[in-house]
């Protein structure tokens, strides 16, 4: 099983969750709620795209621990960031830290 097929079942089980940016968490903790839409492989990056226009884009080859309710990315070369179509950040190195409810 590939990195983007454990992403995609892990992501799939998630009826909604929350997560934590390589730099600290994206609002408040649990009570900013986002739900998956779909991932793509595109060319060399990985696109996880979830509700409100919230999207990551991870380039590299991105590997993934999964820790109870926990899924963290982590291997990336570069992360983008992006809310409403546009780059709000991006990381070279760190984790993003998806929790499920």
Request: glycine content about 8%.
């Amino acid at each position: 099983m590939t990195e983007n097929d454990l992403m995609t079942a892990w992501l799939k089980e998630s009826k909604s969750l929350s997560f934590f940016l390589p730099d600290g968490p994206y609002g408040r903790p649990f009570d900013d709620v986002y739900h998956f839409q779909s991932i793509v492989q595109d060319g060399l990056s990985l696109n996880i795209n979830f509700s409100d226009g919230i999207s990551f884009r991870f380039a590299g080859h991105p590997v993934c621990e999964r820790v109870d309710r926990k899924l963290i990315i982590k291997g990336f070369t570069e992360c983008e960031f992006v809310e409403g179509g546009k780059v709000v950040s991006t990381y070279t190195d760190g984790e993003v830290t998806l929790i499920r409810f």
